[in-house]
Protein backbone atom coordinates (compact mmCIF):
# COMPACT_ATOMS: atom_id res chain seq x y z
CA UNK A 1 0.00 0.00 0.00
CA UNK A 2 0.93 3.74 -0.69
CA UNK A 3 2.02 5.72 1.87
CA UNK A 4 1.02 9.67 1.74
CA UNK A 5 1.99 12.15 4.21
CA UNK A 6 0.26 15.55 3.61
CA UNK A 7 1.25 18.90 4.83
CA UNK A 8 -1.57 21.21 5.49
CA UNK A 9 -1.19 24.91 7.75
CA UNK A 10 -4.98 23.86 8.90
CA UNK A 11 -7.99 21.56 8.01
CA UNK A 12 -10.61 23.91 8.58
CA UNK A 13 -12.64 26.05 6.07
CA UNK A 14 -11.01 26.53 2.89
CA UNK A 15 -8.03 24.04 3.89
CA UNK A 16 -10.60 21.27 3.87
CA UNK A 17 -8.87 20.26 0.51
CA UNK A 18 -5.89 18.08 2.33
CA UNK A 19 -8.97 16.54 4.37
CA UNK A 20 -11.07 15.31 1.75
CA UNK A 21 -8.57 14.06 -0.42
CA UNK A 22 -7.04 12.08 2.88
CA UNK A 23 -10.46 10.54 3.31
CA UNK A 24 -10.35 9.89 -0.48
CA UNK A 25 -7.22 8.02 -0.64
CA UNK A 26 -8.32 6.29 2.28
CA UNK A 27 -11.51 5.29 0.50
CA UNK A 28 -9.14 3.94 -2.50
CA UNK A 29 -6.42 2.08 -0.49
CA UNK A 30 -4.16 4.84 -0.16
CA UNK A 31 -2.92 5.02 3.42
CA UNK A 32 -2.42 8.45 4.23
CA UNK A 33 -1.84 11.26 6.89
CA UNK A 34 -1.91 14.48 7.39
CA UNK A 35 0.47 16.96 9.48
CA UNK A 36 -1.30 19.90 10.52
CA UNK A 37 0.09 23.16 12.12
CA UNK A 38 -3.76 24.80 13.67
CA UNK A 39 -5.91 22.64 15.79
CA UNK A 40 -9.62 22.36 14.26
CA UNK A 41 -12.20 22.41 16.67
CA UNK A 42 -12.18 18.67 16.92
CA UNK A 43 -9.52 16.19 16.76
CA UNK A 44 -10.12 14.05 13.83
CA UNK A 45 -8.22 11.06 13.16
CA UNK A 46 -5.06 10.27 10.89
CA UNK A 47 -4.19 13.73 11.30
CA UNK A 48 -0.87 14.56 13.40
CA UNK A 49 -1.66 18.00 15.18
CA UNK A 50 2.03 19.93 15.46
CA UNK A 51 2.64 21.29 19.39
CA UNK A 52 2.95 24.57 21.00
CA UNK A 53 6.51 25.21 20.24
CA UNK A 54 5.78 25.27 16.24
CA UNK A 55 2.59 27.46 16.52
CA UNK A 56 4.69 30.05 18.82
CA UNK A 57 7.21 30.20 15.67
CA UNK A 58 4.02 30.68 13.62
CA UNK A 59 2.73 33.55 15.98
CA UNK A 60 6.37 34.91 16.05
CA UNK A 61 6.94 34.91 11.96
CA UNK A 62 3.30 36.86 11.30
CA UNK A 63 4.57 39.58 13.35
CA UNK A 64 7.91 39.88 11.63
CA UNK A 65 6.14 39.51 8.28
CA UNK A 66 3.42 42.44 9.96
CA UNK A 67 6.41 44.44 10.67
CA UNK A 68 8.13 44.09 7.09
CA UNK A 69 4.86 43.98 4.83
CA UNK A 70 3.45 47.02 6.85
CA UNK A 71 3.96 49.31 3.52
CA UNK A 72 2.79 47.05 1.60
CA UNK A 73 0.19 47.54 -0.77
CA UNK A 74 -3.18 45.96 0.54
CA UNK A 75 -5.31 46.51 -2.68
CA UNK A 76 -3.32 43.49 -4.32
CA UNK A 77 -4.33 40.97 -1.20
CA UNK A 78 -1.48 38.50 0.31
CA UNK A 79 2.15 38.62 0.03
CA UNK A 80 4.01 35.95 2.14
CA UNK A 81 7.93 35.94 2.49
CA UNK A 82 8.27 32.58 4.90
CA UNK A 83 10.62 33.36 7.42
CA UNK A 84 10.39 31.07 10.36
CA UNK A 85 9.44 27.39 9.92
CA UNK A 86 9.76 23.95 11.29
CA UNK A 87 11.45 20.91 9.61
CA UNK A 88 8.92 18.39 9.59
CA UNK A 89 11.79 16.08 8.08
CA UNK A 90 12.63 13.84 11.07
CA UNK A 91 8.85 13.17 12.22
CA UNK A 92 8.28 9.47 11.41
CA UNK A 93 5.13 9.90 9.66
CA UNK A 94 7.49 11.61 7.47
CA UNK A 95 10.53 9.32 6.79
CA UNK A 96 8.08 6.33 6.82
CA UNK A 97 5.95 7.75 3.75
CA UNK A 98 6.38 7.09 0.06
CA UNK A 99 4.94 10.21 -1.26
CA UNK A 100 5.39 13.50 0.34
CA UNK A 101 2.32 16.02 -0.43
CA UNK A 102 2.38 19.75 0.68
CA UNK A 103 -0.76 21.96 0.40
CA UNK A 104 -0.87 25.48 1.76
CA UNK A 105 1.92 25.81 4.79
CA UNK A 106 2.94 29.15 4.32
CA UNK A 107 2.65 31.69 7.93
CA UNK A 108 5.38 30.44 9.96
CA UNK A 109 4.45 26.69 8.75
CA UNK A 110 7.10 25.80 6.76
CA UNK A 111 9.94 27.97 5.25
CA UNK A 112 12.24 27.45 2.35
CA UNK A 113 14.77 25.39 4.91
CA UNK A 114 12.13 23.12 5.49
CA UNK A 115 11.08 22.53 2.27
CA UNK A 116 14.72 22.10 1.00
CA UNK A 117 15.00 19.15 4.06
CA UNK A 118 11.76 17.72 2.80
CA UNK A 119 12.73 17.32 -0.70
CA UNK A 120 16.53 16.19 0.56
CA UNK A 121 15.21 12.93 1.37
CA UNK A 122 14.51 12.52 -2.07
CA UNK A 123 11.16 11.20 -2.22
CA UNK A 124 8.52 12.69 -4.36
CA UNK A 125 7.17 15.69 -2.89
CA UNK A 126 3.97 16.88 -4.26
CA UNK A 127 3.44 20.76 -4.22
CA UNK A 128 -0.31 21.77 -4.58
CA UNK A 129 -0.85 24.65 -6.25
CA UNK A 130 -3.85 26.55 -4.15
CA UNK A 131 -3.22 29.07 -5.59
CA UNK A 132 -0.01 31.29 -7.35
CA UNK A 133 2.71 31.90 -4.43
CA UNK A 134 4.76 28.97 -5.48
CA UNK A 135 5.48 30.51 -8.57
CA UNK A 136 5.51 33.95 -8.08
CA UNK A 137 8.11 36.58 -5.80
CA UNK A 138 5.42 35.87 -2.95
CA UNK A 139 1.74 37.11 -4.01
CA UNK A 140 -1.05 34.67 -3.92
CA UNK A 141 -2.35 35.99 -7.22
CA UNK A 142 -0.64 38.62 -9.51
CA UNK A 143 -4.23 40.15 -10.93
CA UNK A 144 -2.88 41.73 -14.20
CA UNK A 145 1.11 41.35 -13.43
CA UNK A 146 2.85 38.93 -15.46
CA UNK A 147 6.70 39.14 -13.59
CA UNK A 148 6.10 35.97 -12.69
CA UNK A 149 7.02 34.95 -16.02
CA UNK A 150 10.57 37.08 -16.03
CA UNK A 151 11.51 37.16 -12.19
CA UNK A 152 8.97 39.70 -9.90
CA UNK A 153 11.85 42.44 -9.64
CA UNK A 154 10.29 45.70 -9.07
CA UNK A 155 7.04 44.08 -7.48
CA UNK A 156 3.50 46.11 -7.73
CA UNK A 157 2.89 45.06 -4.44
CA UNK A 158 5.70 47.22 -2.64
CA UNK A 159 5.35 51.15 -2.05
CA UNK A 160 9.33 51.44 -2.92
CA UNK A 161 9.28 49.41 -5.67
CA UNK A 162 12.81 48.34 -5.70
CA UNK A 163 14.21 45.68 -7.87
CA UNK A 164 15.91 43.87 -5.35
CA UNK A 165 12.78 44.01 -3.15
CA UNK A 166 11.10 40.74 -0.85
CA UNK A 167 9.48 39.40 -3.75
CA UNK A 168 12.79 39.44 -6.25
CA UNK A 169 14.72 37.43 -3.02
CA UNK A 170 11.35 35.11 -2.69
CA UNK A 171 12.00 34.44 -6.41
CA UNK A 172 15.94 33.39 -6.32
CA UNK A 173 15.13 31.41 -2.94
CA UNK A 174 12.57 29.44 -4.87
CA UNK A 175 14.73 28.86 -8.38
CA UNK A 176 17.23 28.10 -6.24
CA UNK A 177 15.10 25.55 -4.78
CA UNK A 178 12.96 23.95 -7.73
CA UNK A 179 16.88 23.82 -10.13
CA UNK A 180 18.54 21.49 -7.22
CA UNK A 181 15.87 18.53 -6.86
CA UNK A 182 14.25 17.02 -9.78
CA UNK A 183 11.98 14.77 -7.24
CA UNK A 184 9.55 17.98 -6.91
CA UNK A 185 5.63 17.57 -8.83
CA UNK A 186 3.65 20.75 -9.21
CA UNK A 187 -0.47 19.72 -9.23
CA UNK A 188 -2.65 22.45 -10.29
CA UNK A 189 -6.40 22.24 -9.10
CA UNK A 190 -7.61 24.86 -11.79
CA UNK A 191 -6.57 24.53 -15.78
CA UNK A 192 -5.50 28.32 -15.23
CA UNK A 193 -2.66 27.86 -13.08
CA UNK A 194 -1.83 25.19 -14.72
CA UNK A 195 -1.03 26.99 -17.67
CA UNK A 196 0.53 30.03 -15.86
CA UNK A 197 2.90 27.58 -14.50
CA UNK A 198 3.47 26.22 -17.56
CA UNK A 199 4.86 29.28 -18.67
CA UNK A 200 6.27 30.78 -15.09
CA UNK A 201 9.95 30.97 -15.13
CA UNK A 202 10.29 29.06 -12.07
CA UNK A 203 8.62 26.06 -12.70
CA UNK A 204 8.58 25.95 -16.67
CA UNK A 205 9.81 22.69 -17.64
CA UNK A 206 8.96 20.95 -14.09
CA UNK A 207 6.23 18.17 -14.33
CA UNK A 208 3.26 20.27 -13.91
CA UNK A 209 -0.26 18.31 -13.36
CA UNK A 210 -4.01 19.14 -13.63
CA UNK A 211 -5.83 17.48 -10.79
CA UNK A 212 -9.04 19.09 -9.67
CA UNK A 213 -9.63 19.01 -5.47
CA UNK A 214 -11.65 16.06 -4.70
CA UNK A 215 -15.19 16.84 -2.85
CA UNK A 216 -17.13 14.03 -1.28
CA UNK A 217 -20.18 14.16 -3.00
CA UNK A 218 -22.16 11.76 -0.85
CA UNK A 219 -22.64 15.06 1.68
CA UNK A 220 -23.07 17.79 -1.03
CA UNK A 221 -25.75 16.54 -2.84
CA UNK A 222 -29.30 17.90 -3.46
CA UNK A 223 -31.09 17.88 -0.68
CA UNK A 224 -35.38 19.18 -0.41
CA UNK A 225 -35.36 23.03 -1.10
CA UNK A 226 -38.44 23.49 1.12
CA UNK A 227 -36.60 21.49 4.04
CA UNK A 228 -33.38 23.51 4.05
CA UNK A 229 -35.18 26.54 4.02
CA UNK A 230 -37.60 25.56 6.92
CA UNK A 231 -34.17 24.82 8.98
CA UNK A 232 -32.56 27.88 8.24
CA UNK A 233 -36.03 29.94 8.90
CA UNK A 234 -36.74 30.75 5.69
CA UNK A 235 -39.89 31.92 4.21
CA UNK A 236 -40.83 29.18 1.77
CA UNK A 237 -41.92 31.85 -0.79
CA UNK A 238 -38.70 33.70 -0.83
CA UNK A 239 -36.13 33.71 -3.37
CA UNK A 240 -32.48 32.64 -2.28
CA UNK A 241 -29.50 34.38 -3.47
CA UNK A 242 -26.66 33.08 -1.35
CA UNK A 243 -23.06 34.18 -0.87
CA UNK A 244 -19.74 32.70 1.29
CA UNK A 245 -16.16 33.74 1.77
CA UNK A 246 -13.62 33.72 4.67
CA UNK A 247 -13.71 37.40 4.58
CA UNK A 248 -15.71 39.47 2.42
CA UNK A 249 -12.89 42.31 2.74
CA UNK A 250 -10.61 40.29 0.79
CA UNK A 251 -9.87 41.99 -2.21
CA UNK A 252 -10.62 38.43 -4.00
CA UNK A 253 -13.70 37.75 -3.36
CA UNK A 254 -15.27 41.35 -5.62
CA UNK A 255 -17.37 42.46 -3.02
CA UNK A 256 -17.88 46.03 -4.57
CA UNK A 257 -19.51 43.73 -7.36
CA UNK A 258 -21.92 41.36 -5.80
CA UNK A 259 -23.14 44.81 -4.07
CA UNK A 260 -23.61 46.46 -7.48
CA UNK A 261 -25.32 43.41 -9.08
CA UNK A 262 -27.93 43.56 -5.54
CA UNK A 263 -28.43 46.99 -6.28
CA UNK A 264 -29.46 46.84 -9.67
CA UNK A 265 -31.25 43.97 -9.24
CA UNK A 266 -33.41 45.63 -6.76
CA UNK A 267 -34.16 47.82 -9.24
CA UNK A 268 -36.30 45.47 -10.71
CA UNK A 269 -39.78 45.61 -9.68
CA UNK A 270 -40.11 41.57 -10.23
CA UNK A 271 -37.20 40.90 -8.11
CA UNK A 272 -38.65 41.82 -4.56
CA UNK A 273 -38.53 38.93 -2.82
CA UNK A 274 -35.12 38.00 -2.60
CA UNK A 275 -33.05 36.92 0.82
CA UNK A 276 -29.08 37.78 0.39
CA UNK A 277 -28.09 34.15 2.30
CA UNK A 278 -24.31 35.43 3.62
CA UNK A 279 -21.52 32.74 5.80
CA UNK A 280 -18.09 33.47 6.29
CA UNK A 281 -17.08 35.96 8.25
CA UNK A 282 -15.78 39.87 7.87
CA UNK A 283 -18.98 41.05 7.57
CA UNK A 284 -20.00 44.35 9.44
CA UNK A 285 -23.07 46.82 9.44
CA UNK A 286 -21.95 49.09 7.02
CA UNK A 287 -21.69 45.78 4.49
CA UNK A 288 -25.56 44.61 5.55
CA UNK A 289 -26.63 48.12 5.38
CA UNK A 290 -25.38 48.20 1.59
CA UNK A 291 -27.26 45.50 0.94
CA UNK A 292 -31.00 46.30 -0.31
CA UNK A 293 -32.59 43.24 -0.08
CA UNK A 294 -33.83 41.64 3.34
CA UNK A 295 -29.85 39.84 4.52
CA UNK A 296 -29.41 36.51 6.78
CA UNK A 297 -25.61 36.25 8.18
CA UNK A 298 -25.04 32.74 8.81
CA UNK A 299 -21.68 33.55 10.50
CA UNK A 300 -18.76 31.14 10.16
CA UNK A 301 -19.94 27.52 9.06
CA UNK A 302 -17.64 25.38 10.95
CA UNK A 303 -19.45 22.34 9.85
CA UNK A 304 -20.15 20.78 6.43
CA UNK A 305 -23.86 19.92 7.26
CA UNK A 306 -24.54 23.66 7.99
CA UNK A 307 -22.81 25.04 4.65
CA UNK A 308 -24.39 21.73 2.64
CA UNK A 309 -28.16 23.04 4.01
CA UNK A 310 -27.12 26.85 3.12
CA UNK A 311 -26.61 25.66 -0.67
CA UNK A 312 -29.35 23.92 -0.58
CA UNK A 313 -31.56 26.61 0.78
CA UNK A 314 -30.33 28.82 -1.91
CA UNK A 315 -32.16 28.77 -5.36
CA UNK A 316 -28.52 30.82 -6.87
CA UNK A 317 -24.82 30.96 -5.93
CA UNK A 318 -22.95 34.17 -6.39
CA UNK A 319 -19.16 34.26 -6.28
CA UNK A 320 -17.93 37.46 -8.15
CA UNK A 321 -14.10 36.34 -7.29
CA UNK A 322 -11.49 38.40 -9.14
CA UNK A 323 -8.82 36.13 -8.62
CA UNK A 324 -9.32 32.70 -7.63
CA UNK A 325 -8.02 29.28 -8.31
CA UNK A 326 -10.54 26.54 -7.99
CA UNK A 327 -12.99 28.21 -5.45
CA UNK A 328 -14.54 25.25 -2.94
CA UNK A 329 -17.86 27.30 -3.00
CA UNK A 330 -19.03 26.80 -6.25
CA UNK A 331 -17.86 22.84 -6.34
CA UNK A 332 -19.99 22.50 -3.48
CA UNK A 333 -23.31 24.58 -4.59
CA UNK A 334 -23.03 22.72 -7.85
CA UNK A 335 -23.19 19.11 -6.12
CA UNK A 336 -26.08 20.21 -4.12
CA UNK A 337 -28.00 21.13 -7.55
CA UNK A 338 -27.77 25.18 -6.90
CA UNK A 339 -26.25 26.83 -10.16
CA UNK A 340 -23.39 29.51 -9.55
CA UNK A 341 -23.33 32.91 -11.37
CA UNK A 342 -19.52 34.17 -10.83
CA UNK A 343 -16.77 35.80 -13.37
CA UNK A 344 -15.34 34.53 -16.28
CA UNK A 345 -11.93 33.81 -14.40
CA UNK A 346 -9.61 32.00 -12.81
CA UNK A 347 -10.49 28.32 -12.56
CA UNK A 348 -14.51 29.19 -12.06
CA UNK A 349 -15.03 28.36 -16.00
CA UNK A 350 -13.65 24.82 -15.51
CA UNK A 351 -16.40 24.27 -13.38
CA UNK A 352 -19.50 26.22 -15.18
CA UNK A 353 -21.24 25.38 -18.55
CA UNK A 354 -22.22 28.63 -19.38
CA UNK A 355 -26.13 28.74 -19.02
CA UNK A 356 -26.30 24.98 -18.14
CA UNK A 357 -25.07 24.71 -14.71
CA UNK A 358 -24.69 28.10 -14.23
CA UNK A 359 -23.87 31.79 -15.81
CA UNK A 360 -20.53 33.18 -16.91
CA UNK A 361 -20.30 36.72 -16.35
CA UNK A 362 -17.93 38.95 -18.12
CA UNK A 363 -14.92 40.05 -16.09
CA UNK A 364 -15.59 42.59 -13.92
CA UNK A 365 -18.93 43.62 -15.00
CA UNK A 366 -21.96 43.89 -12.33
CA UNK A 367 -24.75 44.38 -14.53
CA UNK A 368 -24.01 40.84 -16.24
CA UNK A 369 -23.62 39.01 -12.88
CA UNK A 370 -27.09 40.48 -12.23
CA UNK A 371 -28.18 39.38 -16.03
CA UNK A 372 -27.06 35.35 -14.48
CA UNK A 373 -28.77 36.15 -11.47
CA UNK A 374 -31.71 36.72 -13.24
CA UNK A 375 -31.59 34.37 -16.21
CA UNK A 376 -30.88 31.57 -13.70
CA UNK A 377 -33.85 32.33 -11.96
CA UNK A 378 -36.44 32.83 -14.57
CA UNK A 379 -34.99 29.47 -16.27
CA UNK A 380 -35.22 27.53 -12.99
CA UNK A 381 -31.56 26.59 -13.74
CA UNK A 382 -30.65 23.35 -12.04
CA UNK A 383 -26.63 23.43 -11.11
CA UNK A 384 -24.55 19.88 -11.17
CA UNK A 385 -20.82 19.23 -11.27
CA UNK A 386 -18.96 18.38 -14.44
CA UNK A 387 -18.01 13.97 -15.11
CA UNK A 388 -14.75 15.43 -14.88
CA UNK A 389 -14.63 16.39 -11.28
CA UNK A 390 -16.43 13.13 -9.87
CA UNK A 391 -13.69 12.14 -6.96
CA UNK A 392 -13.25 8.54 -8.77
CA UNK A 393 -11.84 10.38 -11.66
CA UNK A 394 -9.85 12.90 -9.51
CA UNK A 395 -8.30 10.01 -8.00
CA UNK A 396 -7.50 8.08 -11.26
CA UNK A 397 -5.11 11.13 -12.09
CA UNK A 398 -3.10 10.89 -8.79
CA UNK A 399 -3.01 7.33 -9.17
CA UNK A 400 -1.43 8.23 -13.16
CA UNK A 401 0.61 10.78 -10.78
CA UNK A 402 2.27 8.34 -8.55
CA UNK A 403 2.90 5.74 -11.51
CA UNK A 404 4.78 8.43 -13.50
CA UNK A 405 7.23 8.77 -10.15
CA UNK A 406 8.26 4.98 -11.06
CA UNK A 407 9.05 6.16 -14.13
Known sequence: ??????????????????????NAFVKNNIDSTIISLQLGVTKIPNIIYLGKKQRII???????????????HKEFGLFSYPILGSDLSKLKEVQQADIIYIHW?????????????????????????????????????SFACEKYLTGCKSCQMFVENKTNDLAARAFKNKMALYSKYTNL??????????????NALLTK??????????????????????????????E???????????????????????????????????YKNILVLIFGSGYSKAIADAIPFK???????????????VYNAANVFIVPSLADNQPTTVQESLCCGTPVVGFNVGGIPD???????????????????????????????????????????????????FDQMKQ
Open 58 to 72: SRIDEMVQNFLLKKM
Open 295 to 309: TKFMGYLGDEYSTML
Open 185 to 198: YFVSPSKWLYNCAK
Open 105 to 141: ALSGFLNFSSIRKLAALKKPVVIVMHDMWNISGGCHY
Open 351 to 401: MINHKQNGYLAHYKDAADITNGVKFCLQNNLKGYMLSEFEPAETIKKHQAL
Open 1 to 22: MIKVVQIQFSTESGARSALRLQ
Open 205 to 234: GKPIFYIPNVLDNTLFKPFDKAIAKQILNI
Open 236 to 270: SDELVIAFGAVSVNSPYKGWPYLQKALELLYQDNA
